[in-house]
């Protein structure tokens, strides 16, 4: 596997015999409620499984999923450490969250360079193959770092880094294992791809090089189509492109497509926001903590992670992606409060506020992707409002839809994900926040109910077609950190959205 760590499969009885031979590797074993090990790890420890609860009293240890006991220098284990993991769920009746647990292995090798983990259990999940799988997956979110411009590290730092991690990963069934930890590779990278686009400074990640990254997937089999300024302008995007005119960076629209479905069959569409940087444009933002607008582009980069994961795995789908592209800046050239643009739609729209800018990117790019494709549905995911971290923090994504299948369809996909929204209201009285004296509508409905007359204004370019508006400021950059995820690019939606063409969109 790719990334900061590489996972071997081997056989249990392999990974035992071959442990005296590698002084330096860590072992890593389950126990369950009352201390329970499985009947290999029992084996395999022999003598040494007394040790567990001996230290587990003085560490009052009980076993559940989070606790560890990390015993130095184990008497009876060649292993320099033994790593005892909680494996029982926090609450009785629960199901135990394998892909946590996965994060919660790497988290305790702490400065281990190599571990062999047990994949055995004294309660057996009820589908191995789906547990393994997502416990691989959980070591793959957790061992992601970016760190490509640290130059300076000492010798000490190098010697001390715990990445790249070197795992085996031992279990019962060894065919089983490769087959499981290999079906959530694409998915991991997509998230890393993602998260790596997140973290990118904005002088090295602008709409040209960000639509190169995105050329990357034809690799896979995506068909990627990039708009440039003259191809924007021909479609009339103009509201999209004014965003971007007062910058030196020309906008871009890409749009890619995995036909894996039916020939013939309507896709399903994800559009992103792509604004590389986000300065305010006229309505300059203040200076303090401008340096993270880097991450306004969290939803186009959430699309091309995506389209990554869905054309690895070949889903069983047509997909459009489409993102768009933009760089918000101040300049002679830039847009005012006061201007009207056209938009792609013909509806004009009276600026306010030039810092409310990725919803004038996204009503182009929505309206494209409906008349040139009419999708089964179209999702649109945008780091938009500050308000709805106002409203939710940073434990839920904002959800707008105008079709309540698709709503519940996602929010039982965010649910087995832990990529989590909340259904937040819409209707008419919000949309009159948005009409204008001298427009069809303006970008701002004022500071009342921010997030949802800014899904209501997205909502003018959809027409009939069942969407979905997720709002992931707060969750997209600068997350809290959590078991599966120490960076501050999070790759949020990629699983969400993966998990929810699988579950209601295959065929």
């Not at 996965?102 to 062999?116: D, E, N, Q, T």
């Not at 926001?273 to 340096?291: H, N, Q, T, Y």
């Not at 054309?311 to 993102?323: C, D, H, P, Q, W």
């Amino acid at each position: 596997m790719s990334g900061s760590v590489s996972i071997d499969v081997v056989s249990l009885s392999e990974g035992v015999a071959s442990l005296p031979e590698h002084s330096g590797q860590v072992l890593v074993v389950f126990a369950g409620d009352g201390l329970g090990l499985g009947a290999a790890t029992q084996a395999a420890l022999g003598d040494a499984a007394a040790l567990i609860p001996r230290a587990a009293e003085t560490a009052s240890f009980k076993g559940k999923i989070g606790s560890s006991l990390d015993i130095l220098a184990p008497a009876g284990v060649a292993a320099p450490r033994l790593i005892v993991l909680g494996a029982a769920p926090e609450k009785e009746g629960e199901k135990l969250d394998y892909v946590r647990l996965g994060g919660l292995a790497v988290s305790k090798l702490g400065k281990a360079k190599k571990a062999l983990i047990l994949f055995d259990f004294a309660a057996p999940p009820e589908n191995v193959a789906t547990a393994a799988a997502d416990f691989a997956l959980g070591l793959r979110l957790r061992a992601y770092k970016f760190d490509q411009f640290k130059t300076k590290k000492s010798q000490k730092d190098e010697a001390d880094s715990p990445s790249p991690l070197d795992l085996q990963l031992a279990g019962a069934d060894k065919t089983a294992l490769e087959a499981a930890t290999s079906r959530i590779e694409g998915l991991a990278d997509g998230v890393d791809i993602a998260r790596t686009l997140v973290n990118l400074p904005p002088n090295l990640l602008y709409p040209e090089s960000f639509a190169e990254k995105a050329k990357e997937l034809e690799k896979l089999g995506v068909e990627v189509e990039v708009l440039d300024v003259p191809a924007l302008e021909a479609l009339g995007m103009r509201a999209l492109l004014g965003v971007g005119q007062g910058s030196v960076r020309p906008s871009r629209v890409v749009v890619m497509r995995w036909n894996g479905g039916a020939s013939g069959a309507a896709p399903v569409a994800f559009i992103g926001k792509g604004v590389c940087f986000d300065s305010g444009g006229i309505s300059l933002k203040p200076g303090a903590g401008m340096e993270d607008m880097k991450g306004d582009m969290a939803g186009a980069a959430c699309v091309v992670g995506l389209m990554h994961a869905l054309a690895s795995r070949k889903a069983a789908a047509n997909v459009v992606g489409a993102i768009g592209l933009v760089e918000n800046m101040p300049g002679g050239a830039a847009q005012r409060p006061g201007d009207i643009v056209a938009s792609m739609s013909g509806q004009t729209i009276e600026i306010i506020n030039t810092d409310a800018e990725g919803r004038l990117v996204l009503a182009d790019v929505l309206w494209h992707v409906q008349s040139a494709y009419k999708p089964k549905f179209m999702i649109d995911l945008a780091t938009l409002t500050g308000a709805i971290m106002v409203a939710l923090g940073q434990e839920y994504a904002g959800l707008f839809s105008n079709n309540d299948e698709l709503a519940e369809n996602l929010t039982k996909a965010g649910v087995a994900t832990g990529e989590k929204l909340w259904r937040m209201p819409m209707g008419p009285t919000y949309d009159k926040l948005i009409d204008s004296k001298f427009a069809d509508m303006k970008n701002t409905g004022g500071r009342h109910a921010g997030s949802i007359s800014a899904a209501q204004f997205l909502q003018r370019f959809v027409n009939d077609t069942p969407w979905a508006h997720l709002d992931i400021a707060g969750m997209g950059m600068g997350s809290p950190t959590n078991d599966l995820n120490q960076s501050w690019g999070s790759g949020f939606g990629v699983r969400l959205l993966d998990r929810l063409v699988a579950d209601f969109y295959e065929k």
